[in-house]
Structure formats: C-alpha cells, structure tokens
C-alpha cells in the first residue's frame, strides 16, 4: 500500500461511453501524474498537476480530460475513447520540494486502472 | 535529449542465482535522479531506490545493490540469492526536473523455481 489509490481497478467502456477515472493520494504530495501503460510500450506520462496546476500535457488527445480539483485527488475523463486506448492508467504523486540540488521527486504509484475499449 | 537505455528485454534466471539489470542514461545536465521502481503482475510501481547525480556511493538494502557509474554513465541493479517473489518488470528512471521522469523500457525479470 504506497498510499495511493485508484477507482475503478478494472473498467470496460465502449466507444461512445463517458467515464471517469478517480486518482487518491494520503502521503501530503503537491503534484499528481497520469500515465498510459500500453502493452511492449515503455511507460508514457500523459499529464502533470503541479499545487493543481498543470504543467504538463504530452500531446494527449482531446478525449482524454484531466481534473485536479485539489493536490490530493486527480480524475481522468474519458469520452468517444477508441480500442487503441486501451491499457493500464496509472496515478502517482510526489512531493516537490523548491528546485535546487536536493530536490526530492520520488513518484509514488497507485495499483492502476486495467482499461478495455470495445 | 534525455534517455534510459534498459537493453535487456527480458531475463530468466533459476532461484538462487544472481542477476544483474542494466541502465544506460543520456543527460546533459549535471544535477539529476537516477531511480529503480519494480511492477509484479498486479500493476502497481514500486519505488526501490533514488540515487543522486552527486553521490556515486553504491548501496545495498537486503538482497538488492545498486551500482553507480557515472563515467560510463550507469546504474545497474543485481538481485543476489534470487527468489520467485522477484519476479516482476524493473524499470530505471532518470529526472532532472522535480516533475518530470524518464522511464526505461522496462526489463522483465523470470525467477524459475
């Protein structure tokens, strides 16, 4: 248990379904990550939330919607997804310190969500 | 550019043995984290250690060792006496931003009974 949770574990949608992804972390971290974790593909970080703002948005498309409505919690909305997307979304958080030499940005990560488009 | 090298796909090693997990990074910066997460079959990164650019000491917790090499800009991972239970998908990591981490492709590591 790394102190991060993710709701659902599993989620099946079809094409012209909209669900969401919930993302909860209890270790007092600022920053919050989703990342796309596609089968023989390395690990592809899709958006960054730094004290809630994002900071980062890797060429993600538009069906995929970020929400960070506070440093603890982070939701990804999912809307007209294709069968391509699908892959196990992980959540992770870090405590960002100042910048400087020793920063610490360990990311912690959540057990994922298993997601099937059909 | 930065850039995690980890060539070994896949690894299968009988209990007991050692092995080692290789990590070449490329960064141009001076000041950054190299770390290793491990992933078993139920998904979840694990975070098992973060090294710092400036201190190449190598360390050891338990079975595991990392060793860090920054001439040939290295940080490789052996698992001594190997068991089943280490069987997962190790990945390195490398970050020179406090937001931003650069993973590897993942070495996907069989432990046989």
């Known amino acids: ?31 919050m990550y989703w990342y796309k974790q596609s089968a023989k593909k390395p690990l592809e970080l899709m958006f960054v939330y730094n004290f809630k703002e994002q900071t980062e948005n890797n060429s993600v498309p538009s069906r995929f919607s970020p929400e960070c409505p506070n440093s603890s919690h982070l939701f990804l909305h999912l809307h007209t997804l294709q069968p391509e997307d699908s892959a196990l979304y992980l959540c992770a958080s870090s405590r960002l310190h100042g910048g400087g030499v020793r920063s610490y940005n360990e990311q912690f990560f959540g057990p994922g969500t298993r997601l099937t488009v059909l | 550019a930065q850039k995690v090298t ?8 009988v209990e007991k043995e050692d092995v080692t997990l290789d990590c070449v990074y490329e960064t141009r910066d001076t000041t950054y984290y190299l770390f290793w997460y491990k ?5 979840e990164l694990v975070f098992l250690i973060r090294r710092n650019s400036f201190d190449e000491q190598n360390e050891i917790s338990g079975r595991y060792s990392w060793n860090f090499q920054k001439s040939t800009s290295s940080f490789n991972f052996t698992i001594t006496a190997s068991q089943v239970v280490d069987s997962a998908v190790y990945f390195c ?9 650069i993973f590897g492709k993942g070495t996907r590591l069989h432990i046989l009974p």
């Open chain 1, 1 to 31: 248990e790394t102190g991060v949770t993710q709701t659902p574990r599993h989620l099946v949608m079809g094409m012209t379904n909209k669900k969401s992804l919930k993302c909860e972390q209890h270790l007092g971290h600022n920053a």
């Open chain 2, 6 to 13: 980890q060539a070994q796909t896949e690894i299968s090693v």
């Open chain 2, 39 to 43: 992933q078993p079959p139920s998904g």
């Open chain 2, 93 to 101: 990591a490398l970050s020179n931003r406090d937001d931003k981490i």
